[in-house]
């Protein structure tokens, strides 16, 4: 019998809180920014599915993607003048570091 792929809630606030997890978010929209300075959104989040997860994203996680990015730079820009782009793609980093498909190779 084969074991299924689980994480515990544990498992998922460590990677969360993870400085090195947080710390390669960051480093990829960096690495991702440089790419789009133009903020190219939907041609970054494509990227960036496939540099993290080595995949394509489909048509609804691209709108996803692209509402939250838009929804988190709203968040951070007023508190962060300037960074909020950056804040949000690391965030967005960040997510995709964090899915349980990152964790597993079927």
């Known amino acids: ?3 299924s792929n689980s994480t ?3 498992q998922s606030f460590a990677q969360l809180n993870s400085d090195f997890v947080i710390n390669a978010a960051t480093s990829s929209a960096t690495q991702l920014i440089a790419a789009y300075p133009e903020q190219n959104t939907p041609a970054l989040i494509k ?3 496939t540099a993290i997860l080595g995949r394509r994203p489909s048509p609804d996680e691209s709108a996803i993607c692209i509402q939250h990015v838009t929804e ?3 968040a951070f820009e007023p508190t962060h003048p300037g960074k ?3 804040l949000a793609v690391a965030d967005l980093c960040h997510m995709l570091l964090c899915m349980n498909e990152f964790l597993y190779v079927d």
């Open 8 to 10: 515990t809630v544990l």
């Open 1 to 3: 019998s084969r074991r």
């Open 84 to 86: 909020g782009y950056q």
């Open 47 to 49: 990227d960036a599915f």
């Open 72 to 74: 988190q730079f709203t």
